[in-house]
């Protein structure tokens, strides 16, 4: 294993400590417990936004704390979900006295975790509601959840979400919108490559150099099926074809998202793109809006993931809304 890390054990707060130097006009970091608020957070009478789950996949979701998006974000150590201790002081740290929305990645730690957090803290008087993504069509089940994965669809809920609440919209409204989103989002990854995690000192699988890893989730869980590399072209064509089987687009247009699990050049990640858009011409759906980037990752995978949304005018409208966070940002 090559990493450019000290001791095993000090990863994660090591991390944390350099995220904090690097954007301390953003955030403020909280190392015991660990977590990550908005620098001038609380922000009184706005409905507070929070997330969290195990490291390893950054820039989510520490990274998406800021100005329309995060209050506050609560990272575990690497692919482990974070406990409800610094998820409840995280909750308390973005409570501006409208109430706090969690915004959770369907797997079974985090939700257990987050709805033990928000027990806690709706028994001081904060009132918490939950969203669970679950936009991964790769696979109904796997050994992590109970359901649908969640996985690069949730940086478009807490991007769109987060707009809503800054808008000064009421804790039902914004947990409505976050409901509409995750409704809306459809992806699928696959992997040349898996991540090492720290602590394993080895990659979770190893491919043979002609195989891929197909719908392969966000730690490194299987997925559909192992293929044989195919040029890049055809490997979109089966991701758009699952991702577009699965949900109905009735004249809407979409936001094209083509997410980099960590090790792939960006130059890979347009080509990918490329086809993406293509397929969504011939289809006559028309592309509004778009990302590309590594912004969910799994360490350093070589792979890479699509994910489309259905817009409606109020989507887009808080799409482009300003944000300003570490890894996110414009029109401020």
Known sequence: MKKLINDVPDVVTESLAGFGRAHADIVRVSQDPKFVARADGPVRGKVGLVSGGGSGHEPLHAGFVGKGMLDAAVPGEVFTSPTPIPIVEATKAADGGAGVLHIVKNYTGDVLNFETAADLVGAEGITVRSVVTNDDVAVQDSLYTAGRRGVAGTVLVEKIAGASADRGDDLDTVTAIAERVNANVRSIGLALTDGTVPHAGQPGFVLPEDEIEFGVGIHGEPGRERIKLEPADRLVDRMMDAILGDLSFDGSPVLLF????????LSELYILFRRAAEILDERGIT?????????????E??????SVLKLDDEFTALWDAPVHTAALRWGV
């Open 258 to 265: 083509v997410n980099g699990m960590g090790g792939t050049p």
């Open 301 to 306: 995978m070589q792979g890479a993931s699509i």
């Open 287 to 299: 592309l509004s809006r778009s990302l590309v980037g590594s912004y969910v990752t799994s360490l």
